[in-house]
């Protein structure tokens, strides 16, 4: 089993940035294509961006694209997602989460999850 932890959230002013982190530890040496998605009050997760496992492919939701940019270090088992140019609707639980396919981008492909962590956009 793999266990995610993601940590990096905070309270940030409209216009900052803020970088997340998501730690992997447990059975590592398996090949996981990962993902981020976040979740506000009142409305369904939504795709944020995902990584293959190699980290040559990204895909990212057209909401954060150019501003956000996902990466990994399989070295040390993390994947980061840095936030630029951070807007009030921004705000939301980030979560991370492990698949077994390359890369998707659909929730329900995801098996294992982070506990998620709160990101804050004052305006």
């Known amino acids: 089993q793999v266990y995610l932890v993601e940590s990096g959230g905070g309270l940030v002013q409209a216009g900052g940035s803020l970088r997340l982190s998501c730690a992997a530890s447990?059975?590592?040496?398996?090949?996981?294509?990962m993902g981020w998605f976040r979740q506000a009050p009142g409305k369904e997760r939504e795709f944020v961006a995902a990584?293959?496992?190699?980290?040559?492919?990204?895909y990212y939701a057209d909401s954060v694209k150019g501003r956000f940019t996902i990466s990994r270090d399989n070295a040390k088992n993390t994947v980061y997602l840095q936030m630029n140019s951070l807007k009030p609707e921004d705000t939301a639980a980030y979560y991370c989460?492990?698949?077994?396919?390359?890369?998707?981008?659909?929730?329900?492909?995801?098996?294992?999850w982070g506990q998620g962590t709160q990101v804050t956009v004052s305006s």
């Open positions: 989460a492990a698949t077994i396919r390359t890369m998707s981008i659909v929730s329900y492909e995801y098996n294992i």
């Open positions: 447990g059975r590592t040496d398996r090949s996981y294509g």
């Open positions: 990584i293959s496992w190699k980290g040559g492919s990204t």
